[in-house]
């Protein structure tokens, strides 16, 4: 198993797909757009700094889904895709993805943002293993809460690793020896930092000094 592992914000996709999501809620209404707006740009910035306190910010983007029926939700998400993502998806970044689809290689998306959100931008892409941290439901609703291991920072790598294990695979050291990484972030270094390749994409700038630093290839899929 030779595995192709992706991440999405700002590396396959043209922006962060949970800011937008969050933006996108505020222009609808559906969350006080004062209120939501100020907390979405400042744990954006956690982020970016490489501070983001991963629960935090998973009560807070996660609580409004609480407030409605999945109906509802899926109807607003759907035209959110329509209307905010598809337009950030490259060519290069499908290409890509594809490159690897035809070299037999098992494709895998793994995102810190939640399955809610990307589940759907993952089937543009046509990857259907999606590792993402995860939107707890319970009697067919959303409770507003996480469930499960964050897909974030060491996380990344604690979910790949069940998903092996699933897989009937023991040794996980052997697949990720031979697998490729693409990620933009700092975030993603304790995974980066296990594969056979990691590749930098449009990488922030500390990911590109130890991209520098390593010799790891950087790449640009996004202008």
Same mark, same amino acid.
């Given at each position: 198993? =030779?595995l192709?592992? $992706?991440?999405?914000? *700002?590396?396959?996709?043209d &922006?962060?797909?949970?800011?937008?999501?969050?933006?996108?809620?505020?222009?609808?209404?559906?969350?006080?757009?004062?209120?939501?707006?100020? &907390? *979405?740009? #400042?744990?954006?910035?956690?982020? /970016?700094?490489?501070?983001?306190?991963? !629960?935090?910010?998973l %009560?807070?983007?996660?609580?409004?889904?609480?407030?409605?029926?999945?109906?509802?939700? !899926? /109807? !607003?998400?759907? +035209?959110?895709?329509? #209307?905010?993502?598809?337009?950030?998806?490259? =060519?290069?970044?499908?290409?890509?993805v594809?490159? !690897? /689809? #035809?070299a037999?290689?098992?494709?895998?998306?793994?995102?810190?943002?939640?399955? $809610?959100?990307? %589940?759907?931008?993952?089937?543009?892409?046509?990857?259907?293993?999606?590792?993402?941290?995860?939107?707890?439901?319970?009697?067919?609703?959303?409770?507003?809460?996480?469930?499960?291991?964050?897909? $974030? #920072?060491?996380?990344?790598?604690?979910?790949?690793?069940?998903?092996?294990?699933?897989?009937?695979?023991?040794?996980?050291?052997?697949?990720?020896?031979?697998a +490729? $990484?693409?990620?933009?972030s700092?975030?993603?270094?304790?995974?980066?930092? %296990?594969?056979?390749?990691?590749?930098?994409?449009?990488?922030?700038?500390?990911?590109?000094?130890?991209? *520098?630093? /390593?010799?790891?290839?950087?790449? =640009?899929?996004?202008?």
């Amino acid at each position: 198993m =030779k595995l192709a592992l $992706f991440d999405l914000d *700002n590396t396959l996709l043209d &922006g962060d797909s949970d800011y937008l999501w969050g933006e996108y809620m505020c222009e609808l209404g559906i969350v006080d757009r004062d209120a939501y707006a100020k &907390g *979405n740009e #400042q744990f954006h910035a956690d982020y /970016r700094e490489g501070k983001l306190d991963i !629960h935090a910010y998973l %009560r807070f983007a996660l609580e409004p889904l609480s407030r409605y029926s999945v109906e509802d939700l !899926h /109807r !607003h998400r759907a +035209s959110f895709i329509d #209307q905010e993502i598809r337009q950030r998806v490259s =060519k290069a970044s499908l290409e890509l993805v594809d490159e !690897h /689809r #035809q070299a037999g290689d098992q494709l895998i998306m793994i995102t810190a943002t939640n399955d $809610f959100v990307t %589940r759907p931008i993952a089937d543009i892409f046509g990857i259907d293993v999606l590792l993402a941290s995860d939107a707890e439901m319970k009697d067919g609703c959303y409770t507003g809460q996480a469930t499960g291991t964050p897909c $974030f #920072q060491d996380g990344k790598l604690t979910k790949l690793e069940t998903w092996l294990r699933e897989q009937g695979v023991n040794d996980i050291d052997i697949p990720l020896r031979s697998a +490729s $990484f693409y990620s933009d972030s700092r975030n993603d270094l304790p995974l980066l930092s %296990r594969v056979g390749r990691p590749v930098c994409v449009n990488p922030d700038p500390v990911l590109l000094a130890t991209a *520098n630093d /390593r010799g790891w290839p950087v790449i =640009k899929l996004i202008c």
